[in-house]
């Protein structure tokens, strides 16, 4: 749904009247914002998110496009794209920086030389069949396309991007927010405001 500038300015002055009313859109909630603090609320991620989408709410985030959040600008925008990264959703979701983070995580409970006859764990329906037999260890040193799936195109794309080990993809900075976002909102109450006055 579009919304012109006088549409919003009517709704914001609206809203001026009826102030027990939750904003809904996304459109109109950026267009009402204004300048001063809320003393009442100090919650924020401001630090991640382009000026103008500071006032939308964890549950509008996840469809808006990753442009949304700051560092992500037209180059940057255009690799991610080519990983079909769109949207915040994209990123919280892509399952490349889920099976990183599991192996990274899981290499801190790893026995060193600890596999022994009859263990059957494996990840080979996520790794290249080179690095099926390396230990968790020393796949988070692996190069991004040893995850299967992962063009060796995609592999240098990530790389310009300054993500080049599994490890990195693990900790890529953009993927953690969106996550954080997605999580967040499922705690976020849709209608706060009306019950506080």
Not at 59 to 87: C, F, M, N, W, Y
Not at 144 to 157: I, P
Request: proline share 3%; charged share 20%; net charge negative.
């Amino acid at each position: 749904v579009f919304f012109s500038a006088a549409a919003a300015a009517a709704s914001c002055r609206w809203l001026g009247r009826h102030t027990t009313t939750a904003v809904r859109h996304p459109a109109i909630r950026m267009q009402c914002a204004s300048t001063s603090t809320d003393a009442s609320r100090q919650l924020n991620c401001n630090h991640a998110l382009k000026k103008k989408m500071e006032v939308l709410s964890f549950g509008d985030l996840p469809s808006q496009p990753i442009t949304t959040l700051q560092g992500i600008g037209p180059v940057h925008q255009a690799q991610l794209e080519s990983l079909k990264l769109r949207t915040i959703a994209d990123l919280a979701h892509y399952k490349f920086h889920k099976l990183a983070q599991a192996i990274c995580i899981l290499a801190d409970t790893e026995e060193v030389q600890g596999r022994t006859t009859g263990h059957v764990m494996n990840l080979d329906l996520g790794l290249d069949k080179a690095y099926e037999t390396q230990s968790l260890a020393e796949l988070k040193e692996a190069p991004v396309a040893a995850l299967q799936g992962l063009s060796e195109t995609a592999g240098a794309t990530w790389n310009e991007l300054g993500v080049s080990t599994i490890a990195d993809l693990a900790t890529y900075e953009y993927c953690l927010w969106a996550q954080a976002m997605e999580t967040a909102a499922q705690f976020e109450d849709q209608q706060p405001d009306e019950q506080e006055s």
